[in-house]
């Protein structure tokens, strides 16, 4: 018996295909296949019975394909992760399939190592999704919005985002939802290093029955503590969403995490200003070339008509040292707000983080940048960070975390 094995059901209208794939994993104790099924129809009725932590579905299956089926199954049955398998050249039918809730895909044919590869890996996300659900929903809860925000694009927007929220969790225990509200091309995963089955844009799509449970199923776990709503995987998807939409799920988030960090796109859309008059915070992320400085200064005249109270806005420099002939003085006078929080330049780490999809709070916890964005997170918090012996304590607490 395999009891802590890895329960698999196997759908594909042809017999002989599925005792292949069946074999292929005889002697990997870390699997069991618990059932077949021939059509699509059984596969739902067998899912529901044996309740499988993984699903392998052919894509192509007479009467109800595969992507109907898996259609079907990610709502009525959301524990089980779907691995679709396809032939060569159906590509358009395989992004079909992702986004109808697949969370990952096998070309025909594949070898035992690939399959069992692939296996882990959806397992060990909805894994990751459950730890943050168990914490999830609770109607008393009330967590922090944080929008990261600027009117300029490339001024550390989604650097800041992803390293604050993890130095966040780290620091305080909590649990930390990002929103990547970038919807055009947001790229939030892509500094985590990780591959989103699902997005706000297949969010959207359930709105009307939106709970936690809705929200955990679009989730993806960058660890125990934090999760990620990711960013359409397409520009033109990010009409789908509208800021209705965002009220509504930041909103239900709030009963699930302590802090949600929301990552903005740099202009003032109905959606950006959906995020924006439900946040508690806004960072208004500045640089110190005059381009930046002038639209961040329109940017805090805009905030202010629109009756923001002041202690909701904090400017953060970022790049601080690359001052290119100007004092911070002179900046924060010209835009008649202090700077709540500066980071340092530090192309080599911040750079080579993004690159391996490692944030540098994690990679590079000496640096300046690293820093900074934990006396930025103390800020958020609410802590003060001045006290030498209250950063010792989170360096080596956050150290015991991810070694
Ligand atoms: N403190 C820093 N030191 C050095 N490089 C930085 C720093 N902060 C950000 N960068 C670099 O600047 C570039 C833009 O950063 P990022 O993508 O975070 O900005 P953004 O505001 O999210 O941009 P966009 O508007 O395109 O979404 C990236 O190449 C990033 O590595
Ligand atoms: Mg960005």
Redesign the pocket.
Known sequence: MKNDAIKVLIVDDVADIRENISKLMEFHSEVQIIGQAGSAAEAIAKTKELQPDVILMDINMPVMDGISATEILAVEAPQSSIIIMSVQGEQEYLRRAMIAGAKNYLVKPFTGDELLQAIKQVYGLAQKRITIAQTASNPLKQGKVVAVF?TK????????TSNLAVALAAQTGAKVGIVDA?LQ?G?VALFLNIAPRSTIADLVREVDHMDAALIENHLSGFNDSVGVLAAPLRPEHAELINGAHLTAILGMMRTMFDYIIV?TA?SFTDAMLSVLDAADQILV?SSMDLPTIKNVKLCLEIMESLEYNRDKIKVVL??ADSLGGMEPREVQESLRYPFAST?????KT??HS?NRGVPFVISNPETG?TKGIFALAAIIAGVDEKKPAAERSVMSKFKRLFG
């Open positions: 600027s694009g490339g001024v550390g927007k989604t650097t800041i970038d091309f790229d990552d740099p992320i970022n790049r980071l340092p330049s530090d192309g911040v750079v993004v940048v």
